[in-house]
């Protein structure tokens, strides 16, 4: 069965610092990966996304992630922090086009002024 | 741009009453998803529909069903709520082969 896990359940760094979130998933075929963000009492919104070809993937808001297939990992990036960015982040794996989304559990990040 | 639209937003129910829920996808959009957050949880998938038919389905329990109409909106139903169905519940369209966009979910809590 699919899975998807993410290492670090809590973060918390102050701002400026850089950012580097685990993503690790588990399936044999082609897989579509994303990365949503939830912030405070809001709902899950896309931050970025892989499909296919360049594997370091540009998204919203200055976060980054890259697709290493032989490690199946998808880790999500910023160089520098912000307080806004306190929120929960989850990865998640799809592997067809009309295929649910399966979460990993979610990484708190908490930022500090 | 227009977004999914779920309502109603909050939602008071006591054990063993009913609930609708139900979700607009985007214009255009013909596949929608619900999935299920409990507190601190990750969101768990429940059932999809592609153009108004069952396309997936994941924990949904027995007491829940749900349907997409002709106008593609979608409708969650549970019956005989229990205390542990308290959560919130996302609905997501996506077009063909599309990235899943999210509603700002219903946050249900069975006293």
């Known amino acids: 069965a699919q899975s998807v896990s993410q290492h670090n359940h809590h973060v918390i760094l102050s701002e400026a610092a850089s950012l580097e979130l685990g993503c690790n998933y588990s399936y044999g075929g082609t897989v579509n990966l994303f990365w949503y963000v939830q912030y405070p009492g809001q709902h899950l919104q896309l931050l970025l996304k892989?499909?296919?070809?360049?594997?370091l993937v540009k998204g919203i808001k200055g976060f980054e992630a890259e697709f290493i297939k032989s490690k199946f990992s998808f880790n999500l990036r910023k160089p520098s922090v912000q307080w806004s960015d306190t929120a929960e982040y989850f990865c998640?794996?799809?592997?067809?086009?009309?295929?649910?989304?399966?979460f990993g559990a979610g990484t708190r990040l908490a930022v500090h002024p | 741009a227009a977004g999914v639209i779920q309502s109603p937003r909050h939602l008071i129910k006591e054990k063993r009453e009913t609930a609708t829920l139900k979700c607009y996808p985007i214009?255009?959009?013909?596949?929608v998803y619900w999935y299920q957050q409990g507190p601190g949880q990750d969101p768990q998938f429940l059932i999809s529909f592609y153009e108004k038919m069952q396309s997936d389905k994941g924990s949904i329990p027995d007491r829940f069903s749900a349907q997409q109409f002709s106008d593609y909106h979608s409708e969650l139903n549970m019956s005989s709520l229990e205390l542990g169905d308290s959560a919130l519940y996302f609905c997501?369209?996506?077009?063909?082969?599309?990235?899943?966009?999210f509603g700002p979910g219903t946050r249900l809590l069975v006293l």
């Open positions: 892989y499909f296919s070809g360049d594997p």
């Open positions: 997501a369209s996506s077009g063909p082969k599309e990235t899943q966009y």
């Open positions: 214009p255009r959009h013909d596949t």
């Open positions: 998640a794996l799809r592997t067809g086009g009309y295929n649910k989304l399966i």
